[in-house]
């Protein structure tokens, strides 16, 4: 049974769990070989594939050979809610030009979001559609109880380690907020949103402002956060969650800042997963 449990973030709403798997095991497992740790077998580690979640209903085949082909032509006026302008400006924030004072400036908000390529070459219907998966992931009970419904039978006995990238870590949090059975030993959270309050005030359960945090039911925490990565743009979840989370920077550069496969090839990772394996 699989020993370490991977969890996507955005980005995966025409993938397959096997695509997933192969790519990020391939690159778990250079992480580990490059860090001079002992590599894991492609059996003991398995995917929470929740992406078709996001489909339409009666929605058939596959993406065009564009990626993003599929997607609405979305644009800036898209971004009407509350929650998702609030997003929108969290990520902005982290281009390092000024801060517009209002939220009336969502077309200059977003032109520098796409422009500064923080969240890499996607187009920019892909930035609204990237910020509306979390939006609809916070607020849609129904779709959060999907992708929820797709840990069953992943986590199992033997599951050491959980891996999250990105909205990944989360799902991750409310998953293992939800199951105290579950024997987890370490969460590795990668790229990780958690420290925006837009989130961190719609988990399960919800972080309260002056209240302690819920630990996520796991011995140790560890967090690893890029420098230049507009996602995690709170680079330390301690403050928020507990002393005893393991707060990590990285570099994966400007271009690849949010990349899952360099934060799963960085030393920090890599640790964090071998010594969970290991229960040190």
């Not at 397959?16 to 095991?25: I, P």
């Not at 630990?215 to 967090?223: D, G, M």
């Not at 393991?246 to 496969?261: C, M, P, T, W, Y």
């Amino acid at each position: 049974m699989s020993k370490v449990v991977l969890c996507h973030g955005i980005g995966y709403t025409f993938a397959h769990r096997e695509n997933m798997h192969g790519d990020w095991f391939r690159e778990l497992r250079t992480g580990l070989v490059d860090t001079g740790l002992p590599p894991v077998e492609a059996a003991d580690v398995a995917a929470v594939y929740y992406g078709n979640c996001y489909r339409s209903v009666g929605k058939k085949g596959g993406p065009g050979s564009d990626e993003f082909s599929e997607l609405p032509g979305y644009g800036p006026a898209d971004l009407d809610d509350d929650l998702e302008l609030e997003l929108l400006e969290a990520l902005a924030e982290n281009t390092g030009e000024g801060r517009p004072g209002s939220k009336g400036a969502v077309q200059g908000l977003f032109r520098r979001l796409v422009e500064s390529e923080l969240l890499g070459d996607a187009p920019a219907k892909a930035v609204v559609w990237m910020i509306k998966q979390v939006h609809r992931y916070l607020t849609d009970d129904a779709l959060r109880d999907a992708v929820l419904a797709r840990w069953d039978g992943v986590v199992t006995g033997d599951t050491r380690v959980v891996v999250a990238h990105s909205l990944g870590s989360v799902i991750a949090y409310d998953a293992l907020c939800a199951h105290p059975e579950w024997e987890v030993d370490t969460l590795v959270t990668l790229g990780s949103p958690l420290g925006l309050g837009a989130i961190s005030s719609r988990l399960r359960p919800p972080l309260v402002r002056g209240e302690a945090a819920r630990w996520p039911n796991v011995r140790r925490w560890v967090n690893v956060a890029a420098v230049e990565d507009p996602v995690a743009l709170v680079k330390e979840l301690a403050p928020l969650f507990g002393k005893e989370v393991e707060d990590h920077l990285v570099r994966n550069g400007r271009f690849g800042a949010h990349s899952v496969r360099r934060y799963l090839t960085t030393a920090e990772a890599a640790r964090g997963i071998a010594d969970g394996l290991a229960g040190r």
